[in-house]
């Protein structure tokens, strides 16, 4: 039986770069809003024949007033513009201006409602982990029985310390990527974020609910001992639940086109945070402050 406890301090000194490093990301790069939370219009066109070079499709729009203009190629003929809110007026302009193309995509979000949704976005994340507090605390209430009163709370705390831990790592990632390689968060983003969250804490729950087991089945008191025992239990099942979610998650990444690739991506780093919080943050958490 694997020693999970004894390798606690190792588990948490790898968490804790991850999280320091995330931080940092944070606070120096920032995330790189998309036009879902910060305002703007998205085109996506494709040519007939090879696309023109961006310098030529820049001076193209430069008489109509766009402000900077950001081009991303999509395929051999296929380009991706993003610039300030415009009418509709301006949206056929660009078209006429732009010549014999093919309009595949088009989308304007004012500041406004670019606000909203990122206030909202706040509130579905601090909402979620305030209701799974209060689910995990009430499902293991029997707990307090066996051990003392109010431990049920522990593991409404334990669970929501592990994903708090995956979401910065995961918003850190993404601040990194978007430095780097110019990549944005939308609402999309946001609902990996969610699924994550849902992910990690029912990865939680089972290592959890082995734990209650456990201690309601033996009646005994050594936690070192029934969380040990608990993780070997459960590992099996969550390397191998994880594993297979990820295989598919990368096909999707692979073949899936490049319209969903950054919430896929997110989706992969939240599998494999959300299965390590489970067993290095929510199962070491239960010890904390507690006399050996």
């Known amino acids: 039986m694997f020693d999970f406890i004894s390798h606690g301090k190792k588990f948490l000194i790898i968490s804790g770069i991850l999280l320091v490093i995330s931080i940092l990301a944070l606070s120096i790069f920032g ?13 996506q066109v494709a040519y007939p024949e090879e696309r023109p070079a961006n310098s030529e499709i820049i001076e193209q729009l430069n008489p109509l007033n766009l402000g900077e203009i950001k081009i991303r190629s999509t395929g051999t003929n296929s380009v991706i513009l993003r610039f300030i809110e415009i009418s509709e007026e301006v949206h056929q302009q660009i078209l006429d201006n732009l010549g014999d193309v093919q309009e595949e995509k088009y989308e304007s979000v004012g500041p406004v409602i670019g606000r909203e949704a990122s206030r909202k976005a706040r509130y579905a994340i601090v909402l979620s982990l305030i209701a799974i507090i209060l689910y995990v605390t009430w499902a293991f209430r029997k707990l307090s029985r066996v051990l003392k009163k109010g431990e049920s709370w522990r593991y409404g705390f334990g669970a929501t310390i592990a994903l708090a831990h995956d979401v910065l790592i995961l ?14 968060i939308n609402v999309s983003f946001v609902t990996a974020i969610l699924t994550v969250l849902g992910y990690s804490v029912n990865d939680t729950i ?24 608990s993780l070997n239990e459960t590992i099996t099942r969550s390397l191998n639940t994880s594993l297979t979610t990820i295989f598919v998650l990368l096909a999707i990444y692979l073949f899936g086109g490049e319209a969903i690739q950054s919430f896929i991506l997110a989706m992969i780093i939240g599998v494999i945070t959300g299965t390590w919080s489970s067993i290095a943050i929510a199962s070491q958490f239960l010890l904390f402050k507690r006399k050996k």
């Open 206 to 229: 089972v290592i959890y609910d082995r734990i209650r087991e456990n201690f309601l089945l033996h009646r005994s008191k050594d936690m070192v001992g029934i969380i040990n025992l």
């Open 31 to 43: 995330l790189k809003l998309g036009i879902d939370f910060k305002g703007g219009s998205i085109l």
């Open 171 to 184: 918003l850190g990632f993404f601040a990194i990527l978007g430095y780097f390689k110019g990549t944005e």
